[in-house]
């Protein structure tokens, strides 16, 4: 596995690319099939996430299995961009769970959230919601929901949590463009973190949603939407390095298939052939102000 550095070549910390369970090998650039170290990684990934929430008290002991994983049913359709240590742990991890622009609002794991059976935002929600699936069907672009999003200790204060956001900005590029849903809590930065890279608040009929308490978390939250094609500009050149570092990441699959990674992208977009990802985003690269980094998200 080759490291994955920053522009000025300091990091010395890999990406790891882990493919949904149930996908079928795809021709990245450097894919393997080995079901073993695809269990290893997200065991990894769902005990540091688990570990993560019980020290803020976002879970309950129960919550977890038996060896300490906080296990979600989305993980088997996702993506996991991890960040790996010197010593090939996890070290940081974020889900990526794309859908069809097809997908109903009720099928959506927002549609579980505190704001979403709110009597006096739960139908706005839906409305915005609903608003940006039929933007994503307009562009031919799959729905993302973003979550999961864990940084371990030792990399806080780091520039490690806006790396992976940066890099799910370029995962999405990668995959053909996509609009996007993340909730994330408020604690140590981590909805301004976001709201610095691109993130917006969800707004309908000119009405912003404002954050919320989340009873299932036991703190107040965000929800924020994202467009792939407009990452704040001055971060634009930074999107367009961890594209290009991911699409050359080790991607590990659970087992083998023969689709290419534009025949992937297709599915994803519903049966559309990608074209390329027209953007409007001024050419601009400012060296970025780190953010301190988030624990959990």
């Known amino acids: 596995m080759r490291f994955i550095l920053s522009r000025g070549g300091r990091l010395r910390r890999r990406f790891v690319l882990l493919a949904p369970r149930y996908s079928h090998q795809v021709h990245f650039s450097d894919s393997s099939i080995d079901a073993t170290l695809h269990q290893r990684l997200l065991t990894e990934a769902q005990r540091l996430r688990g570990q993560i ?118 995962l999405a590029q990668l995959f ?14 981590s909805s301004s973190i976001l709201r610095r890279i691109g993130g917006e608040s969800v707004v309908s009929r000119g009405v912003e949603l404002p954050p919320y308490y989340e009873p299932a978390h036991k703190c107040e939250m965000e929800i924020l939407r994202f467009d792939s094609s407009r990452p704040n500009p001055r971060y634009r050149c930074w999107v367009d390095d961890c594209r290009s570092y991911i699409q050359n990441a080790p991607v590990i699959f659970a087992k083998a298939g023969d689709r290419s990674l534009e025949q992937i992208r297709v599915a994803m977009l519903g049966g559309f052939q990608h074209t390329g990802q027209n953007s409007t985003v001024e050419e601009t690269c400012a060296q970025p102000v780190w953010e301190q980094s988030t624990g959990v998200a």
Request: proline share 2%.
């Open 53 to 170: 929430a019980l020290e803020e008290n976002a879970i309950q002991p129960w919550q977890l299995s038996a060896d300490g994983r906080h296990i979600q049913q989305a993980d088997e359709h996702s993506w996991h961009l991890l960040t790996l240590d010197e010593r090939g742990h996890v070290a940081a991890c974020t889900r990526y769970l794309p859908h069809l622009n097809t997908v109903s609002f009720n099928e959506l794991t927002v549609a579980r959230s505190a704001l979403a059976t709110s009597e006096i935002w739960g139908a706005k929600f839906r409305q915005a919601v609903e608003t940006d699936l039929a933007l994503a069907r307009k562009r031919r672009w799959s729905y993302v929901e973003m979550g999961g999003w864990v940084i371990s200790e030792k990399l806080r204060c780091t520039t490690e949590a806006v790396r992976m956001v940066l890099t799910a900005y370029g």
């Open 176 to 189: 053909g463009g996509a609009l996007g849903i993340s909730t994330v809590t408020r604690r140590r930065g």
